[in-house]
């Protein structure tokens, strides 16, 4: 019709409408829900000329399901939440008995458990620091010839100890692995008005304490229990003046009237949980600091605002059919941008189920954990992959209906032994931390076989010639999920002179249809790969309590067993 009346086209978008109790979305429904429609400007269709009917017909249902796409993802960036506590509140509010959350440990938690845990371990941490006591063990204490290097001497390292009038410093290190606390410090400190720096526990303690001194972070949030097993060297860290606050210790500071306080606040009003200095947080304010590497090595401290964090996750949700149903496993470090806006902020926000496993080099483990959890969504890089390939039961991932990988090319073999042995089609996506990370993704609506997919919606892209370079170009992507700047000096300047446009480095070519292919990476760009180093102790077991065995059925002990990390040390993490 569109070809034959060149009519141009007003779309409709109806937010909030799948929440009917009528409506034939899957998802919870309720009596009298907020409804709005919002109506698109009059779209003039792209004329086409001498093509066949089908092709005509293929070319305008892309274009309109394009337009419908972006629509969906600009009204929800207009009239959605501004900041990532706001978001993941407001959906608390709407469904607060909803297991949300869970780890190793089988525990889960509801929407309400996870905000007075956010609630009372930000307060605790900012009232103490104010007050210039810490919790005991968390402070300056003699060190006996037996204990591990790491811990804090009585020398008034401590910001805390020295000086009784010193608060939370505007950034704040996170230095934890994937248990279900590292996103309650997250919202905790997002809850009051404080920037986590997630930092990479894989690199050594030099590389951290580079990245900390970058960031500027006079406190860091970890756990005694991660710190002893993973054998982390931190004495490098309070030397320098960090202060360590242990969750362990905190949780022993609070009272049963404080828990009981919050509990009644966060169950009267569960906007309770924003504090002041969350209100004055704005959508430009930066969200989270994670760390990359450049051509060099040299650590780079990237900002993330909560615009480029939820613009991100609204750009997953418009493209793919996430459903309230849909539970993910993610097992990527959340110190990955990958892992952190996709495998753990998009389901808090959505308001779906995410399991957060401790290690993605666990073969035999993930598999196992994966069947027993029921997760439909899976998130992983080729070299992950293969190893779960070699070593699952094909019925392992029945329940599977997106996998994404990313991170590092999709091997073809990879993708046929997923397609034969479970039945799985692999979506490649690609991006970058600088841009939150993703840029492009495949969706079963629109696979592509050998690309990346094409661009997030909201998102431009241009390519730049290169000499010597007959194929594609030098892709550059601007759009508002890409950062808002580096913490360094150069390297921020550089990113400035381009006017928000951001360089990816790679090669890359764009069919008629929009699909990238990324033919080469430049030189100068070459990512700087981080490796994950596993003990000989597996990397569950070394730093959590051991967890309960999974369900009867299945009679497998969820426990990493010494042969899934054996080669361990031979894989590596990509940092982008």
């Keep these: 019709m569109l070809h034959k009346t060149n009519a141009k086209v007003i ?4 937010r909030g409408a799948s929440r ?3 409506s034939p979305h899957p998802g919870w429904k309720k009596w009298f829900p907020r409804v709005t429609a919002h109506f698109s400007q009059a779209l003039t269709p792209p004329t086409l000329h001498e093509i066949g009917a089908a092709k005509t017909r293929g070319i305008l249902t892309a274009w309109v399901r394009d337009q419908m796409v972006r629509q969906q993802f600009e009204t929800e960036m207009e009239f959605g939440a501004a900041t990532v506590p706001a978001a993941i509140v407001e959906q608390a509010k709407a469904r607060p008995k909803h297991r949300v959350l869970e780890d ?6 509801t929407y309400r458990k996870f905000l007075i845990a956010s609630d009372l371990l930000g307060k605790k941490m900012a009232r103490q620091c104010a007050a210039g006591v810490l919790p005991a063990g968390a402070a300056g204490r003699n060190t006996s010839a037996n204990e591990p ?3 804090i001497s009585q020398s008034a390292s401590s910001p805390c100890q020295r000086d009784a009038g010193s608060t939370l410093g505007e950034h704040v290190g996170v230095l934890l692995p994937n248990v279900a606390v590292t996103p309650i410090v997250l919202m905790s400190l997002w809850c009051q008005g404080k920037v986590p720096a997630v930092l990479n526990y894989s690199t050594g303690a030099a590389t951290m304490l580079v990245c900390a001194q970058l960031a500027g972070l006079k406190q860091i949030v970890t756990s005694k229990l991660f710190v002893e097993k993973a054998k982390l060297n931190l004495q490098p860290l309070t030397e320098a003046g960090i202060e360590l606050i242990y969750v362990e210790d905190l949780k022993k500071a609070v009272s049963s009237w404080e828990k009981f306080q919050t509990a009644l606040h966060i169950f009267l009003n569960p906007k309770s949980v924003l504090q002041p200095a969350t209100f004055s947080s704005h959508a430009e304010g930066t969200a989270v600091i994670l760390f990359t590497s450049g051509s060099e090595g040299v650590p780079k401290g990237v900002e993330l605002t909560h615009r480029n964090l939820l613009a991100n996750i609204r750009q997953m949700l418009a493209t793919t059919d996430l459903q309230d149903s849909d539970r993910i496993f993610c ?3 959340l110190f990955h941008s990958f892992g952190l806006t996709v495998g753990t902020l998009l389901p808090l926000v959505r308001g779906m189920y995410v399991f957060v496993y401790p290690s993605p080099l666990h073969y035999r483990v993930v598999p196992t954990a994966f069947y027993d959890t029921n997760s439909t969504v899976m998130l992983g890089t080729n070299t992950f992959l293969n ?19 990313a991170a590092e090319k999709l091997q073809e073999a990879t993708a046929q032994t997923w397609s034969q042995k479970f039945g799985v089609r692999i979506l490649e996506g690609y991006g970058a931390t600088e841009c939150a990370p993703c840029i492009s993704l495949n969706t079963p609506l629109e696979p592509q076989n050998g690309t990346v997919g094409k661009l997030m919606p909201g998102m431009e892209s241009r390519i730049e010639a290169i000499e010597g370079v007959s194929e594609g ?3 550059f992507v601007r759009g508002p999920n890409v950062m808002k700047g580096y913490l360094n000096a150069d390297a921020n300047g550089k990113y400035k002179a381009l006017n928000g446009w951001y360089d990816t480095g790679d090669i890359v070519k764009v069919d008629e249809k929009g699909f990238i292919t990324i033919l080469n990476r430049e030189a100068s760009r070459k990512q700087i790969p981080i490796s994950i180093s596993i003990s000989n102790e597996p990397d569950a077991k070394a730093i959590l309590p051991e967890p309960r065995s999974v369900q009867k059925a299945n009679s497998y002990q969820f426990l990493p067993e010494p042969r899934s990390v054996q080669k361990a040390n031979s894989y590596q993490f990509s940092s982008r």
Excluded: E, Q
């Design 11 to 14: 779309t409709c978008y109806l």
């Design 331 to 333: 097992s990527l470090p």
């Design 149 to 151: 290097t790491h811990r």
């Design 20 to 22: 009917f109790i009528l």
């Design 104 to 109: 190793v440990t089988r525990k889960p938690l």
């Design 473 to 475: 170009g030098r892709l």
């Design 387 to 405: 190893g779960y390939a070699r070593k699952a039961h094909p019925y392992d991932f029945r329940s599977l209906r997106y996998m994404f990988a």
